[in-house]
């Protein structure tokens, strides 16, 4: 029960200071949907490259790499929050109010989360608004909105354990760094069977290319992959849930 | 002349090495564009089967990309530090001495073009050893290094202006997201004729930074073409003129205050 009222507390403050702030909340809108634009709008003509064979459009392939992306970085912008409290001195304070110290990650990640649920509610209005095709009855779509939900977790939990070691601002490259490199060493652009050289061996072997495949079956009604990209994706929460409760312990005995 | 010669240089060494003494400000412009250049170049590479593609080298079509982004960076970090220097007071002491109006932001701007042109080597040194030739020789790449100076200079001189107005490193900071948009919404990742979009075709070709990515690219893959650099030097030119006026007019009015 303390762990519940903490996690309230913390998840009522962080969401109350991103909903009233437009400089917090815009970026995390408009980005998403500027990515989309510029991926969807400007490339196209890719879906002509021979091999090519995504059945819903271009605008939906891209679409499923923006909805995870999303949720990548809203987890990483949430820890972005989490740093700030630090330097602030908020977050000590609330290291020593807090009766169960667990409840204050618990209580970013859920604000991480219903600030991503906004963030893709938007997305996909847009994406519907702008012709996207949805292969099945749609159901489907559920898929991917699970591998986002539980990515957007696990990236909030790698930027925690990063903002509660370094407790500065100036952390904000390493939380959001890895992040954008194993983003981007995933099929973005074209099928993993087009990707050619070494980026191919890289997305061969990036957890993210099975969420971000096993995306793509969802939207087309193709499920593919689907145990290991649920695998992986939790994989990594699970990983990320050990490291962000070690850097709650750094952070404690920082004092 | 000479005196505001000393004064020029004098700041703009000032300049060089406040951002040699933070990796981050050195670091950033020359790892991240190469970042983006890898994963674009990789992921990127089927697009050339497209019919009517330049090249058969993506990296080659790509790596004009870096030279604008790198000259992004060097907005920001221009804008920040005259930023910081209004912050601190260090402005405002400098309007006590007898220092040129002019000075001030050419010394700025010193800083930042050098840094400009260090970044340009790496891009070009990086791309060499990838395997990239430029189509226009050695002479070409004497002109893609002086288009690297005018790009840096004219966009220096747009960070400098906002930080006048603003006199805040943060803001500064926050108009990044507005030059990116300016950047993916150009022909950065396909050629402007290989755009299938209307409207995403028609903001490209408003967009300035399409005919600058173009001039860089038109160097490395194509030779030399007339229309090409001529629009790049010429946007780069009126863009430069005026962003100076503006920072100079800026300038004049913060020193008022």
Same mark, same amino acid.
Request: with cysteine.
């Given at each position: ?255 | ?60 079509? *790509? ?99 906002? *930080? ?94």
């Amino acid at each position: 029960m303390k762990t519940l009222a903490v996690a309230r507390g913390v998840s009522w403050r962080t969401l109350h200071n991103v909903f009233t702030n437009p400089s917090l909340l815009i970026p995390s809108l408009i980005f998403p949907l500027f990515f989309f634009t510029a991926f969807a709008g400007g490339l196209s003509r890719v879906r002509d490259v021979p091999g090519f064979d995504y059945p819903q459009g271009y605008t939906a392939f891209q679409f499923v790499f923006v909805v995870l992306q999303s949720a990548a970085f809203g987890g990483v912008f949430t820890g972005f929050g989490i740093a700030r409290d630090f330097e602030s001195g908020f977050a000590r304070r609330l290291l020593l109010a807090a009766p169960n110290r667990f409840g204050i990650v618990l209580g970013y990640g859920i604000s991480a989360l219903v600030r991503w649920l906004v963030t893709v509610s938007v997305l996909t209005v847009v994406a519907f608004a702008v012709g996207m095709q949805v292969g099945g009855s749609g159901v489907d779509l559920f898929g991917l909105y699970a591998l986002g939900l539980i990515l957007n977790v696990a990236a909030l939990l790698w930027a925690c354990g990063v903002a509660m070691r370094f407790r500065t601002m100036q952390a904000g490259p390493v939380m959001q760094f890895p992040v954008f490199l194993v983003l981007f060493f995933a099929p973005v652009y074209v099928p993993l069977a087009l990707l050619q050289g070494w980026i191919h061996d890289i997305a061969v072997v990036n957890p993210l290319t099975r969420v971000v495949e096993a995306g793509r079956g969802f939207l087309a009604a193709q499920p593919t992959e689907v145990a290991a990209a649920f695998g992986a994706a939790l994989g990594l929460g699970v990983l990320f849930l050990w490291w962000a409760v070690r850097g709650l312990r750094n952070a404690e005995a920082a004092g | 002349m000479k005196q505001f010669a000393d004064q020029v240089f004098v700041l703009a060494r000032r300049s060089v090495v406040r951002t040699l003494r933070q990796p981050a400000s050195v670091i950033s412009p020359l790892v991240f564009p190469m970042l983006l250049l890898a994963v674009n170049s990789g992921g990127l590479k089927a697009e050339t089967r497209l019919p009517g593609f330049p090249t058969t080298s993506f990296v080659a079509f *790509a790596l004009a990309v870096p030279f604008i982004q790198g000259a992004l960076f060097a907005t920001m970090n221009a804008g920040t530090d005259l930023a910081r220097d209004i912050q601190t007071g260090f402005l405002s002491r400098l309007s006590l001495t007898p220092m040129r109006r002019l000075a001030v932001l050419g010394g700025q701007l010193g800083g930042v073009v050098t840094l400009g042109l260090l970044q340009a080597l790496v891009y070009v040194g990086v791309g060499l050893i990838i395997g990239v030739r430029l189509a226009s020789g050695a002479a070409g790449l004497v002109v893609l290094l002086l288009f690297a100076v005018c790009v840096a200079f004219a966009f220096g001189a747009m960070g400098t202006f906002a *930080a006048l107005r603003t006199g805040s490193g943060e803001a500064v900071q926050g108009l990044f997201p507005a030059f990116f948009v300016f950047l993916f919404i150009s022909s950065m990742n396909i050629p402007r004729n290989l755009m299938e979009i209307t409207w995403f075709r028609d903001a490209a070709t408003a967009n300035p930074v399409s005919y600058l990515l173009e001039c860089v690219r038109s160097l490395i893959i194509t030779g030399w073409d007339t229309e090409a650099l001529a629009l790049g030097f010429g946007i780069t030119f009126g863009l430069g003129v005026v962003a100076l006026a503006a920072s100079s007019w800026a300038l004049k009015v913060r020193m008022a205050r």
